[in-house]
């Protein structure tokens, strides 16, 4: 069952039945959004979510019929936010990601751009990131953020996305690309891609799965802006497109009228 709606400014609404027919959907969008960067660029930009959503589409890539359709030798892998843990640590997105998907595909070892965000010090870090994301994308046009292909991004059942948490001081960034963000509630640091290179995508596709979801979902695309309490909302591409990939579970308090 996929129904497709256009959210008024929050972009493209498309519910799939259950997780599995999400991370499916979201197979097949990879692939296609690959294919159109290769034939436009020569080259495939993507930074991936963290979290347990995307693992089940990480997998359906790491195998066929999927995996021999990306072109992995022109594909270059950079992260939307890490934890301030090493890599080999279980919650390190970095860690989910290699084992769910690139320790089982041929993607060139210096085209996987990891956030260091086991570092001691963040700031140097987060720029030493952003000098990264410049180095894969360069030439660029000008000092604008680059515009990577395909952003994922997963939700928070408290509206954040990436590592963009509720009344923290990342929320207010307008010129750094990434950035340390320390988040009292979880009493964590992290790196975080900030609003002004997430909005800059080609394509950023929210993956949200569960019943969990279904308030904050609701709330950042029925309700009234609130960036700060929803930080999900700062989310709205300059020219890009912006598709919310969410299963039925994650939709169910969606007022239908109003999409
Ligand atoms: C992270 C993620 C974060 C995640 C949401 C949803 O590092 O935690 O980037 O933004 O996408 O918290 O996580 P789940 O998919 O586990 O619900």
């Not at 960036?227 to 039925?248: F, M, S």
């Amino acid at each position: 069952m996929q129904r497709e709606r256009t959210v008024e400014h929050a972009g493209e609404l498309v519910v799939q039945a259950d997780p599995v027919a999400l991370a499916q959907e979201a197979a097949e969008r990879f692939v296609r959004y690959a294919e159109e960067a290769v034939t436009r660029l020569g080259r495939f930009t993507a930074a991936l979510s963290g979290g347990s959503t995307p693992t089940r589409l990480y997998s359906l890539l790491a195998a066929e019929p999927y995996c021999s359709r990306l072109p992995w030798q022109k594909t270059h892998v950079f992260w939307g936010d890490e934890r301030a843990v090493p890599p080999t640590h279980l919650n390190s997105n970095f860690h989910t990601a290699h084992t769910t998907l690139l320790s089982h595909v041929p993607v060139p070892a210096d085209q996987i751009h990891r956030m260091q965000a086991e570092r001691a010090d963040l700031d140097v870090a987060a720029r030493d990131y952003e000098a990264e994301i410049a180095r894969a994308f360069a030439p660029l046009p000008s000092d604008e953020p680059p515009a990577f292909d395909l952003i994922l991004l997963g939700l928070g059942a408290d509206g954040h996305t990436a590592s963009l948490f509720p009344y923290t001081h990342a929320l207010q960034e307008t010129t750094r690309w990434v950035t340390p963000n320390y988040v009292p509630t979880l009493r964590t640091h992290r790196l975080t891609l900030t609003p002004p290179i997430l909005n800059r995508a080609e394509t950023i596709l929210f993956l949200v799965s569960g019943s969990d979801k279904a308030v904050a979902l609701q709330a950042i695309l029925q309700g009234p802006t609130d960036p700060e309490r929803l930080p999900a909302q700062l989310i709205r591409p300059v020219t890009g497109r912006l598709v919310w990939l969410v299963d039925k579970a994650a939709a169910s308090r969606l007022n239908e009228r109003t999409l």
